[in-house]
């Protein structure tokens, strides 16, 4: 018995059918028997496969699964031509918007991408769910046909990101539980080495305009890049100061600079005639040095560390390199991690006195600053709930110069810290195990408390 056809949605073909026939199973027999599978003893092989358990919609998605497979084979052989192309392509386009028919003109697409005419393209980009599943050489080839189509996807992609709160949070985290094995691969696929050669030896090539370096810089501020790469240097440069360390980690501390460099200057750069700069020579003679040497003094006693810590330098650099700046927070992380409390009351006030201000705003890297001192604090405070909650209730010194000389006076500065603050001062009383161990001392936190609401900044709401 012939077949017919009935592809895509179907309700309003079932309806008809069941309401034409008075057996209501009568009229699913009829459906089966006249849209079954058009296939060689397929009716004696049904009621198997209705004892067996399938359902027809089963039956027939293994079926055309199979049949894909079979056809997406034979797209890809040698011998598939190009009127084969235009054969297949005019009898399978009409189902393209059905999800289960879409794989095998996809393909076709894919693999005959230079042929495809101009009201082929059209079609797709007007729908927009076969668009997203198009093949990215046709979504290219869209795109530079249409730039106003291309900037609105863009948009679309920055707004989701934008909103989606879950990447903002791993972005602004400055420690996640693993770094290596995501990043370490990410960044080979980059060609790094590529990167520094363009932009080490002035290579003047451009696309579309651009720098060729800018286009490859932009990469880098993905902030768990930037993130890692300043892990690393921080890594580096406390092995360095180690006997016996290996002779080419100035070579890494430096190469892993220059990345940072790149990812710093390349929004500015981009769309634009500016120049990539070098990386600031102050960086690479004085803050490797003075960072050294706060690794060294890390146990010794404070009144003499003092005096050998140029703390003063380190604030100048940090203030105004963005580098620098990932660099030394990173170095407060990994302290906070370690419970190293000496260096953490040497080099947290520093944070306090490189604070972009109001009266930064005017300055072109004044937004990087921000977002970077925010991801600090987020970072830093959920290593202290995590970690260090107790200590610093129970502790003098990390009471006083975490909480009482750093943290209570940060929330003065922006909000985001002051919300973060309120999370941790929470976290006292919403896990039972804290409070037998404070005793009295709970009335250190309600007294955080009130400080925090009183001088905190509050958020600034559009109307």
Same mark, same amino acid.
């Given at each position: 018995?012939?077949?017919?056809?009935?592809?895509?949605?179907?309700?309003?073909?079932?309806?008809?059918?069941?309401?034409?026939? #008075?057996?209501? *199973?009568?009229? &699913?027999?009829?459906?089966?028997?006249?849209?079954? %599978?058009?296939?060689?003893? &397929?009716? =004696?092989?049904?009621? !198997?496969?209705?004892?067996?358990?399938?359902?027809?919609?089963?039956?027939? !998605?293994?079926?055309?699964?199979?049949?894909?497979?079979?056809?997406?084979?034979?797209?890809?052989?040698?011998?598939?031509?190009?009127?084969?192309?235009?054969?297949?392509?005019?009898?399978?386009?009409?189902?393209?918007? &059905?999800?289960?028919?879409?794989?095998?003109?996809? =393909?076709?697409?894919?693999? @005959?991408?230079?042929?495809?005419?101009?009201?082929? *393209?059209?079609?797709?980009?007007?729908?927009?769910?076969?668009?997203?599943?198009?093949?990215?050489?046709?979504?290219?080839?869209?795109?530079?046909?249409?730039?106003?189509?291309?900037? #609105?996807?863009? !948009?679309?992609?920055?707004?989701?990101?934008?909103?989606?709160?879950?990447?903002?949070? %791993? =972005?602004?985290? *400055?420690?996640?539980?693993?770094?290596? #094995?995501?990043?370490?691969?990410?960044?080979?696929?980059?060609?790094?080495?590529?990167?520094?050669?363009?932009?080490?030896?002035?290579?003047?090539?451009?696309?579309?305009?651009?720098?060729?370096?800018?286009?490859?810089?932009? &990469?880098?501020?993905?902030?768990?890049?930037?993130?890692?790469?300043?892990?690393?240097?921080?890594?580096?440069?406390?092995?360095?100061?180690?006997?016996?360390?290996?002779?080419?980690?100035?070579? $890494?501390?430096?190469?892993?600079?220059?990345?940072?460099? *790149?990812?710093?200057?390349?929004?500015?750069?981009?769309?634009?005639?500016?120049?990539?700069?070098?990386?600031?020579?102050?960086?690479?003679?004085?803050?490797?040095?003075?960072?050294?040497?706060?690794?060294?003094?890390?146990?010794?006693?404070?009144?003499?560390?003092?005096?050998?810590?140029?703390?003063?330098?380190?604030?100048?650099?940090?203030?105004?390199?963005?580098?620098?700046?990932?660099?030394?927070?990173?170095?407060?992380?990994?302290?906070?991690?370690? #419970?190293?409390?000496?260096?953490?009351?040497?080099? %947290?006030?520093?944070?306090?006195?490189?604070?972009?201000?109001?009266?930064?705003?005017?300055?072109?890297?004044?937004?990087?600053? $921000?977002?970077?001192?925010?991801?600090? @604090?987020?970072?830093?405070?959920?290593?202290?709930?995590?970690?260090?909650?107790?200590?610093?209730?129970?502790?003098?010194?990390? +009471?006083?110069?975490?909480?009482?000389?750093? %943290?209570?006076?940060?929330?003065?500065?922006?909000?985001?810290?002051?919300?973060?603050?309120?999370?941790?001062?929470?976290?006292?009383?919403?896990?039972?195990?804290?409070?037998?161990?404070?005793?009295?001392?709970?009335?250190?936190?309600?007294?955080?408390?009130?400080?925090?609401?009183?001088?905190?900044? +509050?958020?600034?709401?559009?109307?």
């Amino acid at each position: 018995m012939s077949k017919t056809n009935l592809i895509g949605p179907a309700e309003e073909t079932i309806k008809a059918h069941l309401s034409q026939s #008075g057996d209501p *199973l009568e009229a &699913i027999r009829t459906i089966q028997r006249i849209y079954g %599978l058009d296939l060689p003893g &397929i009716e =004696a092989m049904y009621p !198997l496969l209705d004892l067996a358990g399938y359902s027809r919609h089963e039956v027939h !998605l293994y079926c055309l699964d199979a049949l894909n497979k079979a056809i997406l084979a034979r797209i890809e052989s040698p011998d598939f031509t190009l009127n084969d192309f235009r054969d297949l392509y005019r009898r399978t386009s009409p189902y393209i918007h &059905i999800p289960y028919m879409q794989p095998v003109p996809m =393909a076709l697409l894919k693999k @005959f991408e230079k042929y495809v005419d101009e009201d082929i *393209l059209s079609s797709l980009k007007n729908d927009e769910e076969v668009f997203e599943n198009c093949p990215l050489n046709i979504k290219q080839r869209i795109w530079k046909q249409d730039e106003g189509f291309f900037q #609105g996807q863009m !948009l679309n992609v920055l707004n989701d990101y934008h909103h989606n709160e879950r990447l903002q949070a %791993l =972005a602004m985290n *400055l420690k996640p539980e693993s770094y290596q #094995g995501v990043i370490e691969e990410s960044l080979s696929s980059l060609r790094v080495d590529l990167l520094m050669n363009v932009h080490d030896q002035d290579i003047e090539e451009t696309v579309n305009g651009e720098p060729l370096y800018a286009e490859f810089a932009m &990469i880098l501020m993905d902030p768990i890049i930037s993130n890692f790469l300043s892990s690393c240097i921080v890594r580096w440069l406390r092995n360095s100061v180690d006997e016996g360390a290996p002779g080419n980690l100035e070579d $890494l501390i430096n190469y892993n600079a220059k990345l940072l460099n *790149l990812a710093e200057h390349a929004p500015r750069a981009t769309g634009s005639d500016l120049k990539i700069p070098k990386i600031d020579r102050d960086i690479r003679i004085n803050f490797w040095h003075d960072i050294s040497v706060v690794i060294i003094n890390e146990n010794t006693p404070t009144n003499q560390a003092n005096s050998l810590i140029n703390i003063t330098r380190i604030e100048s650099i940090i203030s105004k390199s963005e580098v620098a700046r990932k660099i030394y927070v990173h170095y407060l992380i990994d302290r906070a991690s370690e #419970g190293d409390i000496t260096s953490l009351s040497r080099c %947290l006030p520093s944070i306090l006195n490189t604070l972009p201000s109001e009266e930064d705003k005017d300055n072109v890297d004044y937004n990087i600053h $921000l977002y970077t001192y925010q991801s600090f @604090f987020r970072t830093f405070i959920n290593i202290i709930i995590k970690r260090h909650l107790v200590d610093c209730v129970m502790d003098i010194r990390w +009471r006083q110069a975490v909480v009482e000389e750093f %943290l209570l006076r940060a929330v003065t500065w922006d909000f985001s810290v002051h919300e973060q603050v309120v999370k941790m001062l929470n976290e006292y009383f919403k896990e039972p195990k804290h409070l037998p161990k404070l005793g009295e001392q709970v009335a250190v936190i309600a007294d955080w408390a009130d400080k925090v609401f009183l001088n905190g900044t +509050r958020e600034e709401k559009v109307y």
